[in-house]
């Protein structure tokens, strides 16, 4: 089983609706991370969490919220979804302290039409 | 805005030749500059890092070199191969933050 499970891997959706993108994980990291990536743009921050009563804006937050629903869960939902957040989003964990990179998920391919 | 420049954008190689990817950076609060390679449809994955008081870093077939003077770090892959065409992230950590910034990626393609 994949240490960071992200569903759905594929998900179409209309303009306007309510969307979660669910991020699970088996490292046992505290630190919790939602990015977004475009062509172009690379990977940009959404959300990170340091553990479950700590979430925090990223860098571009604006129409996303989350939630941490345990150490090991970590929900990204788009409340009213648009176009522009076409995009392949990631959710990563990494552990506290020291010289560690991330540990990404597989990635969920998001369409708003 | 914290930013890390990466280039090129897309790099097409040799079999056998050597690939370079640089980035360059403008904080020099940053602490931490790790490397990703991302196949099709994966998430990136780590695949080597440096610390700002090591000049150079080499894991196989993969060294980093970082240039702290000129706030310049550089992937650079040795015998090129197909298995690694793939899109190459370089980041850097924002030190007491633990939250990376990355580059826009280089799509690496190495002919066979």
């Given amino acids: 089983d994949a240490d960071v499970t992200q569903t759905p891997r594929n998900r179409i959706t209309k303009t306007g609706k309510r969307i979660m993108l669910e991020c699970s994980q088996t490292k046992g990291h505290d630190r919790m991370y939602w990015y977004r990536q475009d062509p172009g743009l690379g990977l940009r921050l959404i959300y990170y969490s340091f553990d479950v009563k700590d979430i925090n804006k990223g860098e571009i937050s604006d129409g996303y919220s989350v939630s941490r629903q345990a150490q090991a869960k970590f929900s990204l939902s788009l409340e009213s979804a648009i176009p522009n957040q076409t995009a392949l989003y990631f959710c990563a964990t990494s552990p506290p302290g020291g010289n560690y990179g991330y540990t990404f998920g597989s990635g969920t391919r998001l369409t708003v039409v | ?112």
């Fill in chain 2, 1 to 112: 805005q914290q930013q890390v420049k990466q280039s090129p954008q897309s790099l097409i190689v040799q079999k056998g030749g050597i690939s370079i990817i640089n980035c360059a950076y403008e904080n020099t609060a940053f602490d931490y500059f790790p490397w990703y390679q991302q196949f099709p449809g994966k998430g990136p994955a780590l695949l080597i890092a440096i610390r700002p008081d090591v000049s150079e870093k080499k894991e196989g077939r993969f060294t980093i070199s970082f240039n702290k003077s000129a706030k310049q770090f550089s992937l650079h892959i040795m015998d090129s191969q197909p298995g690694d065409s793939a899109t190459y992230f370089c980041a850097a950590r924002s030190s007491g933050t633990y939250k990376y910034i990355f580059g826009t990626g280089t799509r690496l393609k190495v002919l066979a």
